[in-house]
């Protein structure tokens, strides 16, 4: 099942949810929200500095993924960056492939 790295900074209005609900129960509402896509929350960590929560699931594929994205973009509590990470068996099966492709300028 693919890893994503969802990159998650709070509105007001969601840093004021975590601020009465608490961390736990942020973690319980993410991990509600990844198994019923059929994932699995790996972790999650809340932060500051450029983010407030890093987390890690394995989601079925890209749609789900982007489901998961619209959601909480749409909520409003928070906006969110998904990354698709890549396992080193991944990069090198990548590594074998010869895509025809042009630099530009060249």
Known sequence: ?????IIASYTPEGAAGVLREGGSG???AVTSAVEGLGGRVESFYFAFGDADAYVIADVPDATDAAA?????????GASTKTVCLLT?????????KSPGYRAPGA
């Open 88 to 96: 080193p068996a991944q990069v090198d099966e990548a590594a074998k």
């Open 1 to 5: 099942m693919p890893k994503y790295l």
């Open 26 to 28: 942020r973690v319980a």
């Open 68 to 76: 998961l994205a619209l959601t909480v973009g749409a909520s409003g």
